[in-house]
């Protein structure tokens, strides 16, 4: 069964102190699918582009072993658009617009093969649609879901509906505060991990990443890089490497997930390093095993005593 993806797909206007870039491929479903498509096949996004929505992204995605099929292309339509300028820190950024466009009247209906995935991904779309993804799956085994700030404010209740439902929760620190409303971050693992999702994994940007499961707690290290160019994308990277290689194994057991994390990590680290989707794109498995590889030398120490 394929690795079934639920998101959008964007043109981005991005600014950075660096560079900029206009009508450049964004959008969550967009880097979970690149960043899952190294470990796994077929992998299975469903969204929607307007008709200005370039080929030649359809193609660079079909050329990654990724099925286009749920993509639907709606003529007399446009693509949603965000536009975003980030500082010096790359931490903050100011969004400077956001044309919803097609992507407003989204509503993601599964065809058979979809509706028969066991591995699913709920990108950041309104908690309501991962719902309606929720009731059209048949025998989900594995969903991770990512939800935002605005949902969190705006979709409360329909998010802890969401909650229920799924195994895995993906948010950054300032998320989980906001959702449980607890400063600590070990106290709020706690409290969100009661509302439904057995594992959380809590995003700390350069510091890294940490995975709660049962009593258990796992920190995953930031790649030290040299040259950030570009931040978009780079936690829906994260959540693609993450589920793509447990979609791969198929082993849940939390050694794995640990690995996924890294891995996770190690896609996001790529994504970072170039403007749009193109940390992506022409990567090999030896230049991510190789980074994995770093990453978990990043976490081990020796103990003398």
């Not at 989900?140 to 195994?167: A, G, H, Q, S, Y």
């Amino acid at each position: 069964m394929p690795l079934l993806i639920i998101g959008s797909f964007a043109l981005d206007s991005i600014e950075t102190p660096f560079d900029k870039v206009e009508d450049a491929l964004g959008g969550s479903a967009t880097y979970i699918a690149l960043a899952s498509s190294y470990f796994t096949s077929p992998v299975y996004p469903v969204g929607v582009v307007g008709e200005d929505f370039p080929d030649k992204y359809l193609q660079m995605l079909e050329e990654h072993n990724i099925l286009t099929d749920g993509i639907e292309k709606v003529p007399g339509t446009k693509t949603f658009r965000w536009g975003g300028k980030y500082h010096y820190d790359l931490n903050t950024r100011d969004t400077i617009f956001t044309e919803l466009n097609v992507f407003e009247s989204f509503n993601p209906v599964l065809t058979g093969k979809a509706r028969k995935s066991s591995y699913v991904l709920l990108g950041n779309i309104t908690p309501s649609l991962q719902l309606k993804v929720l009731d059209q799956l048949e025998n989900p085994k594995f969903v991770v879901c990512d939800t935002m700030n605005l949902w969190i404010e705006n979709n409360r209740e329909d998010l802890l509906e969401v909650l229920k439902r799924i195994d895995v929760l993906i948010i950054n620190d300032s998320e989980a505060r906001l959702l449980t409303n607890e400063p600590n971050l070990i106290k709020a693992a706690a409290m969100i991990r009661k509302m439904g999702p057995e594992k959380l994994i809590i995003k700390k940007g350069e510091h890294g990443a940490l995975l709660f499961q049962n009593n258990t707690i796992f920190s995953a290290p930031a790649y030290p890089l040299e040259n950030i160019f570009d931040p978009t994308g780079a936690g829906d990277s994260f959540a693609g490497g993450f589920i793509g290689y447990l979609h791969k194994t198929r082993d849940l057991s939390f050694d794995n997930l640990k690995r996924a994390v890294i891995y996770g990590s190690t896609m996001a680290s790529f994504c970072v390093e170039q403007f749009s989707t193109k940390g992506l794109e022409e990567l090999d498995k030896l230049q991510i095993h190789d980074r994995f590889l770093e990453f978990r030398e990043l976490s081990r120490f020796d103990d003398d005593e």
